[in-house]
């Protein structure tokens, strides 16, 4: 609960992530899309660009493709800017928005943060309530979500594909993590559309590279059946 209500990325972070413009891309392609590597940087927050005016029903069930039964009975629990959401169809997200996402937790908190619970009105005075539109960039909108519990293996891949702009340092984390375990599933990796050997990531210029990064994942099987 504490990482749902908290769901703003470092300060720091977010300026430098919405101030910058210029970006690296890294496409990976892993014999099979397991996410355990990644899903402490799935929980930790990454952003995405969505169109403007976009509503939390929009932007996961146009933008993402997440299919709407998924969004009603799957996502439980839904925090925008630290509130409660019950009504995803009003809900609008702004740029520098932060979405938090969790299936059904257990107990009396997680009943009563779930959406549109029996126990939903016992917590109205936190619920997010709409406010005026805020003008948004004409270039689109930068958004941080987080994943909890079972969404992060089940969502996790829909964001991955599409792509996530995370930052260069928490990317070397994940090379750094002392597994191995990503190294083991990677068949081919591009740093802005060359592709490299995964060893060349240890001993590359990582000052040449954007501080920003949008990082894709793909199954090798995906490409081969395209």
């Known amino acids: 609960v504490v990482g749902l ?118 917590r109205s005075s936190i619920t997010y309530q709409q406010e005026e539109p805020v003008p948004d960039r004409p270039e689109g909108v930068l958004v941080s979500i987080k994943l909890f519990n079972l969404l992060i293996n089940e969502l996790g891949p829909q964001f991955l594909k599409k792509g996530i702009i995370i930052n260069k340092a928490d990317f070397k984390t994940i090379l750094d993590d002392g597994s191995h375990a990503l190294k083991s599933l990677s068949k081919s990796i591009e740093l802005d559309g060359k592709e490299i050997l995964y060893e060349q990531q240890y001993t590359l210029d990582w000052s040449q590279v954007s501080e920003n990064l949008l990082f894709k994942v793909s199954e090798s099987s995906e490409t081969n059946d395209q």
């Not at 703003?8 to 992530?17: G, S």
């Open 5 to 122: 209500v908290g769901s703003e990325m470092c300060i720091r972070d977010r300026e430098v992530y919405l101030n910058s413009q210029s970006r690296s891309t890294i496409s990976l392609k892993l014999d099979k899309l397991i996410h355990l590597p990644l899903s402490p940087l799935l929980q930790k927050g990454f952003l995405v660009e969505i169109p403007k005016g976009s509503t939390i029903k929009s932007l996961f069930c146009e933008h993402f493709n997440v299919e709407e039964n998924y969004l009603e009975d799957r996502i439980q629990t839904i925090f925008l800017d630290g509130k409660p959401v019950d009504d995803v169809d009003k809900a609008m997200v702004k740029n520098g928005s932060n979405l938090a996402l969790s299936a059904a937790m257990p107990g009396l908190v997680g009943s009563t943060l779930r959406r549109g619970g029996v126990l939903a009105a016992f």
